[in-house]
Nanobody, 126 residues
């Protein structure tokens, strides 16, 4: 089992920055992919950024150039640094871990991820 806990969500003004963190515990060594997703009210869950073991980060079109995903493997923490935030970035942000290989094919398909955190709210005001 894996437990994921996100923190760092906040209310910020447009143009601001935030760094979200996700602390993983449990069988984290079995991870194939780690990802950040978000879900705005009334909308489907959307992939924001993902890292595949041994691969390069991938970013969703909506955050490309404004976000950076990274890991501190020693601390088992996944980060999402976001800059130039926009009101449309307002959502609950979730981190997720996949233990199978399907995420290598589609890194932003929520169904390929096995474990999810409870989410952290990001609100961006104009």
């Amino acid at each position: 089992q894996v437990q994921l806990v996100e923190f760092g969500g906040d209310s910020v003004q447009a143009g601001g920055s935030l760094r979200l963190s996700c602390r993983a515990s449990g069988r984290t060594s079995a991870s194939t992919c780690m990802g950040w997703f978000r879900q705005a009210q009334g909308k489907a869950r959307e992939g924001v950024a993902a890292i595949v073991r041994g691969g390069r980060p991938t970013y969703g079109d909506s955050v490309l150039g404004r976000s950076t995903i990274s890991q501190d493997n020693a601390k088992n923490i996944l980060y999402l640094q976001m800059t130039n935030l926009k009101p449309e970035d307002t959502a609950i942000y979730y981190c997720a871990q996949a233990v199978g290989d399907w995420c290598r094919i589609n890194r932003f398909a929520p169904s390929t991820y096995n474990y999810w955190g409870q989410g952290t709210q990001v609100t961006v005001s104009s």
